[in-house]
């Protein structure tokens, strides 16, 4: 009987998860429309008191989106002010809801990657996953390897869709 030889295992390629850089932190919201009157206006005195006196420890190491989800023109100092609250406490803070501020940190985790460890190798980019990376995540992994890679692949390493090939 002949042996079976696996040779995925001898291939050489080297498997990237795109799920392993998700954010760990949890990701919140601060609303400004809780702070405005009437759901409308934005009064600086009452604002600037209603923050001053706001519990900021609930939002620490946390990835916060700053969003106003009322029809109201809010100032950008308004922004500007919340964030100078948030920068201290939260592990990252930005403009934009939660799907956003996921997809910045997804993306910043993403760009962190040490590029180096994959130079002239075969790299395959797992293709599925329990959450699913979403097409910036692929863009970028895509933009920082190119440059490094002998080949990238995306997929699984028994059935690979070629990408890219250093020539």
């Given at each position: 009987?002949?042996?079976?030889?696996?040779?995925?295992?001898?291939?050489?390629?080297?498997?990237?998860?795109?799920?392993?850089?998700?954010?760990?932190?949890?990701?919140?919201?601060?609303?400004?429309k809780q702070y405005l009157f009437m759901e409308l206006i934005l009064k600086e005195k009452d604002f600037r008191a209603a923050l001053q006196s706001l519990d900021w420890?609930?939002?620490?190491n946390k990835n916060?989106?700053?969003?106003?989800?009322?029809?109201?023109?809010?100032?950008?100092?308004?922004?500007?002010?919340?964030?100078?609250?948030l920068s201290p406490v939260a592990h990252f803070a930005a403009f934009g809801d939660k799907?956003?501020?996921?997809?910045?940190?997804?993306?910043?985790?993403?760009?962190?990657?040490?590029?180096?460890?994959?130079?002239?190798?075969?790299?395959?980019?797992?293709?599925?996953?329990d959450q699913g990376?979403?097409?910036?995540?692929y863009v970028e992994i895509t933009r920082l390897l190119t440059p490094v890679v002998k080949s990238l692949m995306y997929g699984e390493p028994c059935s690979t869709v070629p990408i890219y090939k250093k020539k």
């Amino acid at each position: 009987m002949e042996e079976i030889v696996n040779k995925v295992a001898q291939s050489g390629l080297i498997t990237l998860d795109l799920e392993d850089y998700y954010p760990k932190e949890e990701i919140v919201e601060f609303d400004l429309k809780q702070y405005l009157f009437m759901e409308l206006i934005l009064k600086e005195k009452d604002f600037r008191a209603a923050l001053q006196s706001l519990d900021w420890e609930q939002y620490r190491n946390k990835n916060v989106g700053i969003i106003c989800t009322a029809d109201a023109v809010i100032p950008f100092w308004a922004y500007m002010l919340v964030m100078t609250y948030l920068s201290p406490v939260a592990h990252f803070a930005a403009f934009g809801d939660k799907k956003h501020i996921h997809q910045v940190q997804f993306i910043k985790n993403i760009a962190a990657i040490d590029v180096n460890e994959y130079l002239d190798k075969r790299v395959v980019i797992k293709g599925c996953g329990d959450q699913g990376a979403g097409e910036a995540a692929y863009v970028e992994i895509t933009r920082l390897l190119t440059p490094v890679v002998k080949s990238l692949m995306y997929g699984e390493p028994c059935s690979t869709v070629p990408i890219y090939k250093k020539k």
